[in-house]
């Protein structure tokens, strides 16, 4: 699976922009600020109908205009495929396959699967556990429709259960709780069960990737935390009401499960040298990567500024694991030196093509 074209118009600082891609390696150079990252965040938006950047459509439009587009010609499966993402101020959000337009933009996630490595994935280790569960959440729902509706009606029925919190006061209806606790204990444990079961076949290539990158010996660990691993989530629900009613929010479920970071038995965050964070987190996406190409397809991989972020070697390692044609197919990196890339990439001139940003 890859891009063949893409097309630009009024996205962020792009008026209007073409690109012809190389099968393997596509690199975007030129000076801080130009918008060489904005061209990977419309590949992003080709697969999961958002930014990786900014959340909200309405700031991604370029100044003074009314609407972006953004095309992606494809070949998935031997079969050419044109996809359309148009927001439009009044308008809103439409995205098409094949001049079709999807009736939920959710049926699209998964068609073409996509790893970003980037700047922001520190936000993995110092951020809150939101930020950890959106990685699990990311990876399994790109395989696993019935995990993406799960997560999508469980987010649902918790808004509405917190929002009666909130509303009951005195007056407290015991059924429409029971309603509410039913929807989320019915998905809550399809997201449980889907979550754990990543984890435990993520870990495995996680420990690969760390070791081929860091060429250290420690080895790093990753722990999934969640309340129903020791407990029922209906328990937990019923036993909770009263502290719920309380807070006026919902304590307990599955939307406090967390993904633990440690290296030498420590936590990531205090005990990490900024190298072996920065391999920890590269290790992250590529073990990502490794898990999505399970699924039959390999997913386009795009690497934004890490070459400013790693060391020599490490680049290097990451380098010769993406050259490898057997686990690696589509390429997109950025990088403020073209003469870098080149030497980068040198004896694979055929497979590579660099676009002056």
């Not at 937990?236 to 807070?247: F, I, N, P, Q, V």
């Not at 590269?282 to 400013?308: E, R």
Request: glycine share 4%; hydrophobic share 35%.
């Amino acid at each position: 699976m890859r891009i063949k074209r893409l097309t630009l118009v009024n996205f962020k600082n792009h008026e209007s922009r073409e690109f012809l891609f190389s099968k393997r390696i596509n690199c975007f150079t030129g000076c801080n600020g130009v918008g060489k990252t904005n061209v990977l965040d419309a590949l992003y938006y080709l697969s999961f109908s958002k930014s990786f950047l900014n959340p909200t459509d309405n700031q991604n439009i370029r100044n003074d205009e009314e609407f972006f587009t953004i095309r992606g010609v494809y070949d998935i499966d031997e079969m050419e495929e044109n996809i359309v993402l148009n927001f439009n101020k009044t308008k809103g959000k439409s995205l098409k396959r094949n001049d079709k337009e999807y009736e939920k933009i959710s049926d699209h996630i998964g068609l073409i699967p996509l790893v970003i490595i980037n700047p922001q994935d520190i936000k993995l280790i110092f951020d809150g556990s939101a930020e950890r569960r959106k990685f699990i959440d990311s990876a399994v729902s790109q395989k696993d429709t019935k995990f993406l509706t799960a997560l999508q009606n469980y987010n649902r029925a918790l808004i509405q259960r917190n929002k009666y919190l909130k509303s009951a006061n005195s007056i407290f209806d015991p059924s429409l709780m029971l309603m509410w606790n039913m929807h989320l204990i019915s998905n809550g444990n399809i997201i449980f069960q889907g979550r754990k079961k990543f984890i435990e076949k993520f870990t495995i290539e996680f420990q690969k990737y760390y070791s081929l990158i860091s060429d250290q010996k420690e080895i790093p660990e990753l722990k999934y935390y969640s309340q129903l691993l020791t407990s029922d989530l209906e328990e937990l629900l019923e036993t909770s009401l009263e502290k719920d009613r309380a807070l006026q929010y919902t304590s307990c479920g599955i939307h406090k499960d967390d993904l633990l970071f440690e290296i030498g038995e420590l936590p990531l965050k205090n005990a990490g040298s900024q190298g072996q964070q920065k391999t920890y987190l590269a290790a992250l996406k590529l073990a990502q990567f490794s898990y999505l190409k399970q699924s039959g397809k390999t997913p386009i991989l795009l690497l934004d500024d890490i070459l400013d972020k790693l060391d020599s070697q490490r680049v290097k390692r990451i380098v010769n694991l993406i050259l490898e044609e057997n686990n690696f197919e589509q390429i997109f990196i950025t990088h403020t030196s073209s003469s870098d890339m080149k030497e980068l990439f040198l004896g694979h001139e055929d497979d590579f093509e660099v676009f002056e940003i």
